[in-house]
Structure formats: C-alpha cells, structure tokens
C-alpha cells in the first residue's frame, strides 16, 4: 500500500501561486509515476500533469502548459506542483495519485485517473478574480 498526503492548497487571487507539495509513504518502491489531477462538483476529475518516478519525464494537460510545473523529489517521496498565474478556472480540489508498478498505458507518462492505484484525500485551490 502507498500512502498519499497532500498539502499547500489555499486562496488566491488572479495571477497568483501556489505550490502544492504530496508527500508518499508505505510501498512506494514500485511507483511508476505519480500525478496530479482537480475535480470540481458534479464534474469527473480531470487530468493536470504527472511524472514518470524514474527519469522525471512529465506531461501537462494543455492548460496549464507554462503556467504549472511538476516534479518530484525521489529522496523525500515528495511530488510537488507549483502553479503560477492562477485563474478562476482552475479553481478546484486537486488529487495527488501514484502508480505502482508499470503497464501498457495510453500515454506514458499515464493521465488517465483509471491508470493510477493510490489517491490522496484532496486539497482545495480556490482562485477569484
């Protein structure tokens, strides 16, 4: 089992930054990637971006491309994404997820909630304008 914990979320206005910060504990010797995804109410949760564990290969969803920055510190198994020029739309709950072990995935590293074994419980980003 890994465990996930995610911190870092809070209130900003437009423009601003955050840094979300997902520490891993447990089994986490077999991560594959890990990553990070947002949900709002009523919606599915949606991809954001995810890093491959062993080279820090990532990938973004669009959006967030040159605004949002992933990486991961392999001493700590800490996941980090820092967020700059926030805006209202990516207001959201953002979910920290780890894989365990490979596979055969869509896109490597993986972006499908689907291809991910382990969540953390969430932390709120709320961005007003």
């Known amino acids: 089992q890994v465990q996930l914990v995610e911190s870092g979320g809070g209130s900003v206005q437009a423009g601003g930054s955050l840094r979300l910060s997902c520490s891993a504990s447990?089994?986490?010797?077999?991560?594959?990637?890990m990553g990070w995804f947002r949900q709002t109410p009523g919606k599915e949760r949606d991809f954001v971006a995810s890093?491959?564990?062993?080279?820090?290969?990532?990938s973004y969803t669009d959006s967030v491309k040159g605004a949002f920055r992933i990486s991961r510190d392999t001493t700590s198994r800490t996941l980090i994404l820092q967020m700059n020029n926030l805006q209202p739309e990516d207001t959201a709950n953002y979910y920290c997820a780890a894989r365990d072990g490979g596979g055969t995935f869509d896109l490597d590293p993986p972006q499908l909630p689907k291809e991910y074994n382990y969540w953390g419980q969430g932390t709120q980003v709320t961005v007003s304008s």
């Open positions: 890093i491959r564990w062993r080279d820090g290969t990532t």
């Open positions: 447990g089994r986490t010797r077999n991560i594959y990637a």
